[in-house]
């Protein structure tokens, strides 16, 4: 059985739109006050100059729309979210900020907004069934938009990530082809890029698939990389890029040039099915100027290395 709300009264509806009207001149104070709060509370959103601008112009959109909703007895779930409430949800994506502090935004935002508006109630008749009405429209309204710029928040994570990794293969593939680095600014400029440091000794790996995947897999190949470089304790977080839809390539920064042991990294790689398999060499000191290359049997690359497929004893 469905249970229906009850209609809201038409007195209450009139008193929520004075509200409304009354707060809708304020909107830019309120606004700030909400844009402070949520700075304070989530420190996700402190710092930068720009995003901080960026998060009061989204503030300010979507006080500006509840107030157009509350004032004109709008469904809350037929308006668009503001414009810049979806380009702050983007760039938060861009700057890798997580899309829980987007979510707990949304959140103490609400709360601090019906502050404004009970406190504007309560001047009035009728300010509990006009309170309860702001509560229902504003929970509707922040479900409806958080919907919107959460999934704005994941299309623009997913292509920046894209865009991420085609940087860095680019990159790994200049290395290996030996056009670059050219010297040591453009050795910094290429750690940079990749997020490594050419150290002394490098371990070469190739993780791929057989059979091959419909679709691709990259999350789960470099959960085995990193896998693998937490059991043979590499010396910092490896590089893992993507080479095509089945394989990628990585390398480990070694303590030392002791070579890996064959029954550990089986059992490493073990933990991850059957059709997972990988190739390595030894640790080998990289040139001055270059990283160590790596390929898996048949790929792309010339290997410096002797292939080894790691095999379940």
Known sequence: ????????????????????????????????????????????????????????????????????????????????????????????????????????AYRVGQAHLMEWAFAEAARRLGATAASQRIVLVVMDYVDHVTQHVVAAYEAERDRTRRSRHALRVARVRDVLAGRAPTGPDDRLAVESTLGYRFSAVHLGLVVWLEPEPPDGTFAALERVALDLGTALEAA????????DAASVLAWLPCRDDTAPSREVVARAVARHGDAVRVACGSPTPAPTASAPRTTRPGGPATSRWRPARARRR
């Open 1 to 104: 059985m469905t249970i229906e709300p009850s209609p809201m009264p038409e007195d209450a509806v009139a008193t929520v739109a004075e509200v409304a009207d009354a707060l809708a001149p304020r909107r830019t104070e309120v606004s700030v006050s909400i844009s402070d709060v949520l700075a304070t509370r989530i420190d996700e959103l402190r710092g930068d100059p720009a995003l901080r601008d960026l998060l009061g112009a989204s503030v300010e959109g979507n006080v500006e729309t509840i107030l157009h909703v509350l004032r004109h007895d709008l469904d809350p779930r037929g308006v668009e979210p503001p414009a810049a409430a979806v380009a702050y949800a983007e760039r938060l994506a861009q700057r890798g900020v997580p899309v829980n502090a987007l979510i707990r």
């Open 236 to 243: 910092g977080r490896p590089l893992v890029v993507p080479w």
